[in-house]
């Protein structure tokens, strides 16, 4: 045999992506139903897939556009930032997805060796970016354990204790995998706490379209207060010379293939687009063009498209509260944005990917292990990838394995 050279340590230290290990799982299940992999169920916008059918022959889509993505999208984008998100002193680069986006900013931001700051349970994709570039101590933070919320107290201590300072500190608002939405008034604590250190704030804000009606369904006025905290709730978005936000088309507008995201950097700090600009240049030059412009269509449609179809998940996510009643009234968090709930498994199930393989191949029902996001000893699941009539009988597979569970074990 021949002599190899070796492979890079970067590459080899950072997790195996978790969504490969439940693909496999699911391609192993016959007839095996998904309430993991974060997506929704819509296609984008009609009218807006109806315009882009017409450019598949257009010269322009096979051609590679400007870095920083389609001017009209850009502007289009500018103005939106404006009106929804008050950000009025933002630049914008168009990236292939928000994880494109995250990794742009890792290796504009950060250097290898460099200390970053995130909360648990966290997104599992920003954890891996960090450890594939070489960014070795990450701190993760602890979420408080009734809301989830991140624990501004200790990042106050650790942004004060760490020498050198943490040079980035990040967040999903609402949550990924928790579903747990930040209060206006902690998301400016912690703005506020980065910037006295001197600390990079990035948030991504890939569910900002959080849908505002609550809705009595089978549970008392006690649980419906504690679980669907949706009246009242308005999504923040804060902007300073130390905060990068991300946004993303995908589960707003059911673009997920179609790899659409975007940055809001702040446009004062100098040379911060052009050093971004080197590392878009290196890795997609663009994102892909015909996505854009679908992503330039779907903006016509405005906010309340998105909430029309975000409504709609909020049968979905009741089903499966009551699903995973088995597993106590305290096990389970979340829910309050995004498209997730967070639950503990009991006690004596400590190995959570052992327990979603049970599920998927004894129940016929795939979630996601809560190890992957620093939360062994839970499982995520997602209340966006089903049609209410599907979400029924995914919902009756979870409650019947977490039942058997509970009351029997892992027995196959």
Not at 76 to 104: C, D, I, P, R, W
Not at 315 to 343: C, F, Q, T
Request: hydrophobic share 40%; with cysteine; glycine share 8%.
């Amino acid at each position: 045999m021949g002599s190899y050279g070796k492979l890079a340590g970067r590459a080899l230290e950072t997790d195996t992506p978790v969504m490969v290990k439940i693909q496999e799982l699911l391609r192993g299940v016959k007839h095996a139903m998904s309430l993991a992999q974060g997506v929704v169920y819509w296609q984008p916008p009609r009218h807006a897939m109806e315009k882009v059918k017409d450019l598949v022959v257009d010269p322009s889509v096979s051609r590679y556009g400007a870095d920083e993505g389609l001017p009209e999208l850009r502007d289009a984008l500018t103005k939106k930032l404006h009106k929804e998100n008050k950000l009025y002193k933002s630049s914008v680069m168009v990236t292939a997805g928000a994880n494109q986006a995250f990794v742009n900013l890792v290796l504009t931001l950060c250097d290898a060796g460099d200390s970053v700051v995130m909360f648990a349970p966290y997104y599992f994709n920003a954890y891996m970016s960090f450890q594939m570039t070489g960014i070795t101590n990450i701190l993760v933070g602890p979420g408080d354990p009734k809301t989830l919320y991140p624990d501004a107290d200790w990042l106050e201590r650790i942004l004060s204790e760490t020498k050198p300072v943490p040079k980035l500190v990040t967040v999903v608002n609402p949550g990924n995998p928790s579903g747990t939405y930040i209060p206006e008034h902690l998301l400016r604590r912690i703005s506020d706490l980065c910037k006295a250190a001197g600390s990079w704030l990035v948030v991504d804000n890939t569910y900002e379209y959080v849908q505002e009606t609550s809705i009595l369904g089978t549970f008392n006025i006690h649980y419906i207060i504690m679980y669907f905290m949706y009246d009242g709730l308005k999504h923040s978005c804060f902007e300073d010379n130390h905060i990068v936000n991300i946004f993303s088309f995908s589960k707003a507008y059911g673009m997920m293939g179609w790899r659409v995201g975007y940055i809001a950097y702040p446009s004062e700090v100098e040379g911060l687009g052009a050093q971004l600009l080197k590392v878009q240049d290196n890795i997609p030059i663009c994102a892909c063009i015909i996505s854009q412009r679908l992503a330039l269509y779907s903006l016509e449609t405005g906010p309340e498209w998105v909430t029309e179809q975000v409504k709609d998940l909020v049968r979905n996510r009741e089903l499966l509260v009551d699903a995973l009643s088995p597993l106590g009234h305290n096990a389970v968090k979340g829910g309050e944005g995004a498209i997730y709930l967070w639950a503990k498994l009991p006690d004596k199930f400590p190995d959570d990917f052992e327990v979603v393989n049970w599920l998927a191949n004894k129940h016929g029902i795939v979630v996601i292990p809560g190890s992957a996001s620093g939360g062994p000893g839970y499982i995520r699941i997602s209340f966006g990838g089903l049609k209410e009539e599907d979400c029924k009988i995914a919902a009756e597979r979870l409650r019947k394995g977490l039942e058997e569970l509970v009351k029997d074990g892992l027995v196959w």
